[in-house]
């Protein structure tokens, strides 16, 4: 997923017609997941793709379950990992020689992030013990805002644009969840909520399955948010500049560029306004099981 640059290459292929080449094709070539990698250069004058097999060789593929597996790194595991290793190294940076005043536009910028998850997430979302939370709610919004951050960026990608990566991230919060409910309640006392006080006897077998189900929405609901909203932008971003591609025509570029790069600057938001999303509902999420009431 790179916007701007590589949209025009993806308007440019489009345009030659064909199946294999047409508009959707083309365009969810370039935001889907694979083993390829688009980087500057080649006969195109856009870029040129790296195969991902052919660098890193063939790691481990089998069947697990008779599920079939290739442990071989894709695009989005490699943006997992450049989004680690520069949150990784930004949290080194901003905590270097650290005192009671933060110093330097860097180390201000993290703390007042950090305390905005701490203040107005975690505690208004969990309340007394949301220090337990802290930690999580802290690293998975970091984490995040790296990624969607990351894919701005020409020629490199948004991992949270991968359906598989926001699936976990989900379930890395629901498995919480759980944890603080039963944590607050006890194990036997928080399965004991799934049905409020005072619902007669004979509602049971219709408000269990409700309540067993809406404990899968939530997490549901986390994949789809996050992964919608990052693959949607960049969708956009690419069918406004194959516009001039499909029309045939350079009168409407400049228009197709300013409402791309419009889009662009808004991408810069919504990667920061997904991470909050993701984190405060996480965290009323937590709230909500840690206080039954």
Not at 50 to 62: A, E, H, Y
Not at 88 to 101: E, H, T
Request: glycine share 10%; net charge neutral.
């Amino acid at each position: 997923m790179t916007p701007l640059v590589l949209a025009a290459e993806a308007g440019a292929e489009a345009a030659h017609g064909g199946a294999e080449h047409g508009p959707a094709a083309v365009i969810m070539h370039h935001v889907s997941d694979g083993y390829h990698w688009e980087v500057p250069g080649g006969a195109s004058g856009f870029s040129q793709t790296i195969d991902l097999r052919g660098l890193f060789g063939q790691w481990w593929k089998g069947e697990v379950l008779g599920i079939p597996v290739d442990l071989t790194p894709t695009k989005s595991v490699l943006m997992l990992w450049l989004g680690a290793v520069v949150l990784l190294a930004v949290a080194l940076w901003a905590v270097r020689g650290r005192g009671a005043v933060p110093k330097g536009r860097l180390q201000n910028v993290v703390e007042a992030l950090f305390l905005f998850v701490r203040d107005e997430i975690a505690v208004k979302n969990i309340g007394h013990h949301s220090e337990r939370y802290l930690p999580y709610l802290a690293t998975a919004f970091f984490f995040i805002l790296s990624m969607n951050l990351l894919g701005i960026i020409p020629y490199l990608g948004s991992a949270t644009g991968n359906v598989n990566v926001t699936v976990v991230l989900a379930l890395c919060t629901f498995v919480l969840t759980q944890v603080a409910g039963m944590r607050a309640h006890g194990v036997v006392g928080y399965w004991k909520q799934l049905v409020p006080h005072g619902v007669p006897v004979w509602l049971y077998p219709i408000m269990i399955p409700v309540e067993v189900l809406g404990l899968f929405t939530k997490p549901f609901a986390l994949t789809v948010r996050l992964f919608a909203n990052m693959v949607a932008g960049h969708i956009v971003i690419f069918f406004l500049l194959a516009l001039i591609f499909f029309l045939h025509s350079y009168a409407v570029a400049p228009l197709s560029v300013a409402f791309a790069f419009g889009i662009f600057l808004l991408e810069i938001f919504v990667a920061l306004l997904q991470a909050y999303i993701f984190t405060m509902l996480s965290g009323l999420f937590i709230g909500m099981a840690s206080h039954g009431h």
